[in-house]
């Protein structure tokens, strides 16, 4: 059975806090270990304002600066949008 990367997600979170500025949130962060690989995925909770292209840009930008960082883990990141209601004061 796989387990979780419990050190991975712990960098995984060090770098996503790097561009917090850019995202609502983020939740669901789920690893696991399979050999010598982590697979990775998160929900990121985007402003609805935010175009699809430019949600796409920002999880192209979040993937590619932990594949960067982790050359070990594969990140599948699932967008979603907060409505302004929702956004955190």
């Known amino acids: 059975m796989d387990q ?3 050190e991975e997600e712990k ?5 996503l806090e790097e561009h ?4 609502v ?4 962060l789920k690893t696991r270990r399979s050999g010598n690989q982590v697979f990775a995925e998160l929900h990121l909770s985007v402003d609805e304002a935010l175009t699809v292209g430019e ?3 920002l999880t192209d ?6 594949q960067a960082k982790l050359p070990e883990v594969t990140l599948t990141i699932h967008v979603e949008p907060t409505e302004a209601d929702e956004v955190p004061e």
Do not use: N
């Open 20 to 23: 917090r500025s850019r995202f």
């Open 55 to 57: 949600a796409h840009e």
């Open 61 to 66: 930008h979040l993937e590619e600066e932990l």
């Open 4 to 6: 979780a990367a419990t």
């Open 11 to 15: 960098r995984i979170r060090r770098v």
């Open 25 to 28: 949130d983020y939740h669901e």
